[in-house]
């Protein structure tokens, strides 16, 4: 396992960097309510999940620099369906982005959160083009049980290395560095026990407020679908069923 370098940057002189460069060509492509909705291809996808309060589209319009890129509701756990954007060449886009529905509040029907629980599960289960998963998670709480409860589910495609794995600790700006260094050292212990010799599997903490880890971010999920102009300095080594998954809700 390996925990990617994220200092604070002041210096907006790295937005020129390529991958950051990449990852502001986000804009919105569709929204998708089932997975037959989602557009078909071979372009890689990079996942976005979190609890809905963890700062998934806060992270989300940091990296594409757009303020209201993914709409955060006001009324967290509303969104229900999974918004997706493309990135690359306006002409000719290379990836997606897709930001899956938060988790972790029950403001809708038992209904309506069961059907989107599934979409989410099969996406993460059997959407062939998925590359990567970024997991947002508050820094100041480290990995929930809903967080785990995800963890357990998409395990088996990181465990074969089919999908990759970065856990962004959030709002790390709201932790001194003794703090920081703790909730990265949980964290990594909580995953030790998870993964395989064959996962390819990141952390960071994450600040969107004051570009922490932002350009290692962008350097690791392009990484991810440009695996050929991955930046050697991008990592810094430290040491389908028809019932509804059991995903968070």
């Not at 700062?55 to 955060?72: C, E, H, M, V, Y």
């Not at 290379?94 to 599934?118: F, H, I, N």
């Not at 929930?144 to 409860?149: A, F, G, K, N, S």
Request: proline share 5%; charged share 25%; hydrophobic share 40%.
């Amino acid at each position: 396992m390996r925990e990617t370098s994220s200092q604070s940057r002041s210096d907006l002189s790295e937005l020129k960097h390529p991958a950051l460069a990449w990852a502001h060509s986000a804009r919105f492509l569709t929204t998708a309510s089932q997975l037959d909705q989602l557009p078909p291809g071979d372009l890689g996808e990079i996942a976005f999940v979190g609890r809905s309060n963890a700062g998934k589209s806060t992270a989300i319009n940091a990296l594409a620099q757009r303020r209201q890129l993914a709409f955060a509701s006001k009324t967290p756990g509303r969104t229900q369906h999974i918004n997706l954007f493309a990135l690359g060449p306006r002409d000719a886009p290379d990836a997606y982005l897709a930001d899956l529905p938060g988790y972790g509040y029950a403001t809708v029907s038992r209904t309506e959160k069961v059907r989107w629980q599934k979409v989410m599960a099969d996406y993460l289960e059997v959407r062939r083009n998925l590359n990567g998963v970024v997991l947002l998670v508050d820094s100041r709480l480290g990995l929930t049980p809903l967080d785990e409860r995800l963890l357990e589910f998409v395990s088996p495609r990181i465990n074969t290395g089919e999908v990759k794995l970065l856990v962004a600790l959030t709002k790390a700006d709201k932790l001194n560095r003794r703090e920081q260094q703790a909730a990265l050292a949980a964290v990594q212990e909580q995953l030790g026990a998870r993964v395989s010799e064959h996962a390819d599997v990141g952390m960071l903490l994450f600040s969107a407020t004051k570009h922490q880890g932002l350009s290692d971010l962008a350097e690791t999920i392009h990484g991810w679908v440009h695996p050929q102009a991955k930046p050697p300095e991008a990592e810094t080594s430290t040491g389908e069923a028809d019932e509804a998954k059991d995903l968070p809700a």
